[in-house]
């Protein structure tokens, strides 16, 4: 289950939404996603690069 509360990555207010109401810009899940030892995404999130996610 996905959490509902973003954080903005310019202005850094929560939010539930896509676009942040206050400055417009983007706002992103606040927690990383759980580790388990057989994602079956984890090869394609490490060609990725580190700061980048899914």
């Known amino acids: 289950m996905r959490s509902k509360i973003l954080r903005c990555t310019a202005c850094g207010r929560y939010t539930l939404k896509e676009i942040c109401p206050h400055c417009g810009g983007r706002a992103a899940m606040t927690k990383p996603p759980r ?12 060609a990725l690069g580190e700061g980048e996610m899914i």
């Open 35 to 46: 580790f388990s030892p057989d994602d079956p995404y984890g090869r394609y999130r490490r």
